[in-house]
């Protein structure tokens, strides 16, 4: 299914241009190193109830120790703010033109899109405007495999805007991201808010190409 | 001569209700009834995942209606952390406060009100669920807990007096703690409010150490209160604020309900949703950033020392980190609303972001503590104590990261609301972290708290050991997975959308309720039926405290 996925490369090393880029980094750095602390730990175990004395392979002060945390505190939200494309255009979303702007609307578990599906280009900033005025839910995208591709919480009687740039083609299904109560299924467990194909990007290979 | 197997059954090994005090009895009461909970809990746990997993799913089709799926979601949580993990950990403390202070507990009758209350509590918001199915998950988003066009009035009702008795059973916990370390008796006999203050909120470590950097002799060589304490102290700040959180939440929804029941039709948006889920989540927080990380890096210093025998590693620092936690704890909550449009930039930045990445230092920190203080101690022997110790070091030093990386602007707006947070971190901050980390407790104060009873079988404490840690870490990691491919967390999906990370965790949330069987099995062959049922009689010795005479 991942095939009917176009992305446009934006040819940097380590920036993300889609959330599937992201996750798959995320899948292998936190895989390693849940490793390593299981070994880490396993290696200490071992070596506690040894008479002989372990050869450390490193020898960690405890100040590095302390800098190692608060640089990984740190520097991870630093990475991702150069590295994830969306965090600094979600910051500064007020100050950013959208080239498209769908205001939804939300009632009574069910939802007001201005058209179906709703069609932008890629490459293009699109603008969600979420509303409701009754309970909270949620705004989720996703591709054809169940993959997240973005989403935000709609609080009733506040502004839930979302400003995404798309840099992958397909048809995108919307379902609501929080659980609003078992109003949102039928008695047979369907999700009654879930829009197959209700968003749809082109035009990946023409952005390629000029690329 | 050894003993039938029936005979141990009735009579366990050499376990003599008799012989236990009112504090001991109390504290064991307390414990029957949350592995008690804990074993509906890992049933419920069990159900969820068989209904997502429709190819291997054995239940009857009533279980996956959405009303009974999301009702079980819903007490799932109230179980856990308050029916199990509460119950646990305040019997754990009104035992070990005492020993720690060489103080009587300041009342024995008040820790027996506070189990039968959260009990109690528990088994009413269990009950609005199964009966009524009232349903709007632990996070009781405004205005969903007070609409009554999805559910039962009766139940909501039922369901917060369920939550209040727990609270209130907490703020006895809380009162029975501080009133105990407060109480100028023995050793305290001489100590101020001040001192005890001073020391509770571990200024006395951050004094010591600014006196060292700069050159003075040490501000209070021998700190009022030891360590633990401290952390049980600081803890138990966030638990009250907790309470009063969760108290007010609950009178608000209480209201609405009551006011509804009496015909009238209040507007629900006179209250707004952020600012009470702004509210509701600074409280809520408390119990998983304050409350939990504290009360565990306290755990990890008590269990490190009983363990080795020796001082803790660098206590002063362990001290101050505690006091940073106070303030890390209360300005965190922001990173729950991450994916809150209209939740400021700013908030978003310091307190979800910034703040929040202070818990990777503070709770880092007790993890280094506690590994050196084991470490200077070798050769230790591997026992069930330092086994459980080390799985609860695993599961946190899983389960932060998992949040940190979480709590991220970038990060959330792909991660809010999956199974990734629901499984790799907070299923294994808790099944694997806090409670081996509890079990570990559990072995260590078994023979204070039962004079010495023997475990009937050692094979069965270390396959329980196993099969948990195993099974915790598997369940976490699988359906962790089913997050990151896009499975949300409070969704409901009957099409086998991710079926093999579902079987997967099944089959290691199946090894987790199986350890479970096996640990209570032990545990009931080692205090014998009649031991189990004398725990609940009157006891003959009514004296409050342990290891000391009193007066």
Known sequence: MMCEYTSISKGGVMTFATSVELLKFHTVAYTIYALLIISVIAWFAYNLTRKEKAKSAVRIPFYGYIAFLVAGGVGHH????????????????????????????????????????????????????????????????????GTLVTQ?????????????????????????TEYSGPAEYDENGKDLMFVKDAFEVTGCDEKSAKR | ?????????????????????????????????????????????????????????????????????????????????????????????????????????????????????????????????FVWQYAPLYTLYWPLPADTKQFQTIGGIVFIVGVALIMIGTLGFIYNIYAT????????????????????FGIDGMLNLWHKLTGKPPYSKEPALALPVVAIFRGTVDTFLDAIVILGAGILVLVYLLADAGGLSWNVHAVDSLLYKNFFWWGLDLVADGLVLIYVAGSWYL?????????????????????????????????????DQPQPEMMKLVSGEMVTAFELLTQGLALFITLVTLWKA?????????AYLLGGLVGFGLAVPAAIIQADMGMNRVLHNTQWISFAHFHIALIVGLYMTLYSALYVLWPMVTNNTTMWSKKLTWTHFWLYLVGGVGMGAFAGMAGLDGMLRRHLYLDGEFNTWMILAAICGTMVLVAWALFLFNVVMSVGVKGLVGIFLPAQDKSASYGIEEN
Not at chain 2, 319 to 337: C, D, I, N, T
């Open chain 1, 78 to 145: 630093i990475f991702t703010y150069n590295a994830i494309p969306w965090v600094s255009e979600d910051i500064m979303r007020h100050e950013i033109k959208p080239d498209y702007v769908f205001d939804i609307q939300i009632h009574d578990h069910k939802w007001k899109f201005p058209q179906l599906p709703m069609k932008v280009e890629a490459g293009k900033k699109v603008l969600f405007n979420v509303s409701t005025d009754d309970l909270t839910y949620g705004f989720g995208l996703f591709r054809q495999d």
């Open chain 2, 303 to 339: 269990l490190a020392t009983i363990i080795t025998g020796q001082k803790l590693f660098m206590e002063n620092v362990a001290r101050a980190a505690l006091m940073l936690e106070l303030v890390v704890s209360w300005m965190v909550w922001s990173h729950h609303l991450l994916a």
């Open chain 1, 152 to 176: 935000m919480q709609v609080v009733p009687h506040h502004k839930n805007d979302l400003l995404w740039t798309f840099n992958e083609c397909g048809k995108f299904d919307v379902y609501p």
């Open chain 2, 181 to 200: 370390i407060f109480a100028r008796v023995g050793v305290h006999k001489n100590k101020t409010t001040k001192e005890l203050l001073i020391s509770g």
């Open chain 2, 378 to 386: 070798r050769p230790l022997k591997m026992t069930p104590q330092l």
């Open chain 2, 1 to 129: 001569m050894q003993k039938g197997f029936i005979d141990t059954l009735i009579n366990g090994t050499n376990f003599d209700h008799r012989e236990l005090s009112a504090l001991q009895k109390m504290v064991l009461r307390a414990v029957v009834m949350s592995f008690l909970f804990f074993g509906l809990l890992a049933i419920e746990g069990m159900i969820m995942r068989l209904v997502v997993t429709p190819s291997i799913n054995p239940l009857p089709e009533m279980f996956n209606h959405p009303e009974h799926y999301f009702s079980i979601m819903t007490v799932h949580p109230i179980v856990g952390i308050f029916g199990s993990t509460y119950q646990l950990v305040f019997a754990a403390f009104m035992f070990l406060v005492p020993y720690l202070t060489k103080k009587p507990l300041y009342s024995v009758k008040l820790g027996n009100i506070v189990w039968i209350l959260i009990t109690l509590g528990t088994a009413l918001a269990w009950i609005a669920a």
